[in-house]
């Protein structure tokens, strides 16, 4: 069975510009969460979306932001590109929203900003 | 909000040998705990959960204890291998006003000599 899909793999952008990453969850799962992992550290919590409402959003600023789509697969968005926004992007995908459930990631969006 | 910190950064073992990573948390209130291993370029791989009602998890290799009173997490790896060199990393569900969250420790990186 497929895993989580991310597209795409690797992507450059120059400060200013916009990107929209884009995630597939494994088949059945409904709920979609996004992370952003700079380089040594660990995963950032971004949103959790569920059953195409957000259910969760982490310390970042308004520049961020997400959708979920009726085949629960999703969009995030990132407005007016800074250096500092220079990191790996992960989707991760679960059954459903609340219950005490393991998120499996996929492999990320590696963003560079030049 | 939640601290989820290693206590060690690097770990190096003898292919063969136990290896035991730690983990700290700070929210006595957290109820649902993950592990995960990520290899260069990859996303984080589930590798075992453990509930706040268990003391203590066995999978694959792997054994997880969970010390509700100091809140300390461990992964226990038996006989570690070659392929288990990876930076691994603990999570801690954590609740907000704003919805469900997994808080990620920095991580440790595991070399296991051959």
């Known amino acids: 069975d497929a895993g989580v899909t991310q597209s795409p793999t690797h992507l450059i952008k120059t400060r200013g510009q916009h990107v929209t990453l884009r995630c597939s969850p494994i088949s059945g799962h409904k709920s979609v969460s996004w992370y952003q992992q700079v380089l040594g550290q660990g995963p950032q919590f971004i949103f959790q979306y569920y059953e195409k409402e957000e259910r969760g959003r982490g310390n970042f600023p308004d520049r961020f932001s997400a959708r979920q789509f009726p085949n629960y697969s999703s969009e995030l968005n990132v407005n007016a590109l800074l250096l500092g926004d220079s990191a790996l992007y992960l989707c991760a995908s679960s059954l459903a929203g609340y219950s005490n459930q393991p998120q499996h990631f996929g492999d990320g969006t590696r963003l560079s900003i030049l | 909000g939640e601290n989820v910190g290693l206590h060690l950064p690097t770990l190096s073992v003898q292919e063969g040998d136990n290896s035991i990573i730690n983990c700290a948390y700070s929210?006595?209130?957290?109820?649902?705990f993950i592990w995960y291993k990520q290899e260069s370029g990859k996303g984080p791989q589930f590798i075992i959960d453990?509930?706040?009602?268990?003391d203590k998890r066995q999978g694959q290799r792997v054994t997880v204890l969970l010390n509700k009173t100091v809140k300390h997490l461990s992964l226990q790896i038996a006989a570690t291998q070659p392929g288990d060199s990876a930076v691994y990393f603990c999570a801690e569900k954590g609740y907000s006003i704003t919805g469900n969250q997994f808080y990620f420790g920095t991580g440790t990186s595991l070399t296991v000599i051959p």
């Open positions: 453990i509930r706040s009602n268990m």
């Open positions: 929210n006595s209130a957290s109820d649902y």
